[in-house]
């Protein structure tokens, strides 16, 4: 399939506000080639699920909450906050500066109750172990492209950096091959129990302006003009604020997720490119493929998880280069989780 090809056949589900200047910008990515392309993406719900079957996929902070490892308060009083402020942070009608407002209210009294729970750094395997949360069908694939040319993928997530980081190292089987993260991490004492986080707060309307705060990533690819953004909110489309317009040929992505008859022009107004599913991201994997001409069915053997990308079979050179990738202590103690304040979040 090629790009014109797929763009016109997207389906009632995709929505395009400009498809002349998307399909100009990217006719500009194609020229490019790998070399001048990265991504910029959220993480909850933009590459893990939203729901399944009509069950909802727990954000990071639901993967903590839902745990019984905590207390029912701790549990009670974080599902009453999300009650009440999940429904003002998805509703397009209230301003971004009254909804920046409440969202630090949300974030720093959520954290201050985990904080009373005094999380141990052993208990996070455990935790992310036991919870239900889900890639995206066809992120495997997304990635299987991506790491075959080594395009980085920048992860801001107001979500937990912590958790993030373990559900990559284990729900993917790709784990952190050329990602890094920039989040809200947990800071563990000398005797490995949480008692703060790391730098500022990042919520989901301040990415804008915080993402500055890991300049080494954005100065090591200054060269990657082509950024392809995904996320879930509207407070998503700040990730690139940093970035100049004037140099950068930005495609923005968005799922809509929640609320979408209500959301959906505020949306495509907003957007490049919206998608209305909750649970794959199959046209993000197709136009990756269409932009970097690269055959499709080359990229969807399904990979374990739980088993080493490196191991697993291959469908060819270039489904055998995605499955490259260093050993998992590489990949764990490299540098891969930012956190905002610049500093390496390892083991």
């Known amino acids: 399939m090629n790009l014109d090809n797929l763009l016109q056949n997207a389906g009632s589900k995709i929505h395009i506000k400009d498809p002349g200047k998307l399909r100009t910008v990217l006719q500009q990515y194609l020229d490019d080639g790998h070399h001048l392309l990265q991504i910029l993406t959220d993480f909850d719900r933009t590459l893990t699920k939203h729901s399944s079957n009509g069950e909802l996929n727990p954000s990071t902070h639901a993967v903590l909450e839902s ?5 029912a308060d701790y549990r009670d009083k974080t599902t009453n906050l999300r009650n009440k402020y999940y429904p003002i942070e998805m509703d397009p009608s209230i301003s971004q500066a009254e909804k920046e407002e409440l969202m630090i209210k949300w974030w720093s009294t959520a954290h201050k109750l985990l904080l009373q729970e005094e999380i141990k750094k052993a208990d996070i395997q455990s935790v ?5 949360v889900k890639f995206r069908n066809f992120y495997e694939n997304f990635r299987s492209v991506i790491c075959a040319r080594s395009i980085p993928m920048l992860v801001f997530s107001a979500g937990i ?9 284990q729900k993917s089987a790709y784990r952190l091959q050329n990602v890094e993260i920039i989040s809200n991490f947990l800071h563990f004492n000398n005797a490995g129990v949480h008692d703060g986080f790391e730098g500022p707060l990042i919520h989901t309307f301040n990415k804008g302006r915080t993402s500055h705060l890991n300049k080494e990533y954005f100065t090591r690819t200054a060269k990657r003009k082509n950024v392809l953004l995904m996320g879930d909110t509207l407070g998503d489309l700040e990730m690139g604020n940093n970035l100049d317009s004037d140099k950068y040929n930005i495609v923005k992505i968005g799922f809509l997720n929640d609320k979408n008859e209500q959301n959906r022009a505020f949306y495509v107004k907003s957007y490049d490119i919206v998608i209305e599913d909750p649970e794959s991201m199959e046209f993000v994997f197709k136009l990756l493929c269409c932009l970097l001409n690269v055959k499709p069915e080359d990229h969807l053997e399904e ?12 469908n060819g050179p270039v489904h055998a280069r995605a499955l490259t990738c260093p050993s998992p202590e590489a990949e764990i103690s490299g540098i891969v989780c930012i956190s905002p304040t610049g500093v390496t979040a390892q083991e």
């Open 67 to 71: 745990s019984g490892l905590f207390s």
């Open 128 to 132: 992310v172990k036991e919870s239900s």
């Open 161 to 169: 950096g912590t958790i993030v980081r373990e559900i990559f190292l």
């Open 303 to 314: 990979v374990d998880s739980k088993s080493s990308p490196c191991s697993a079979k291959t």
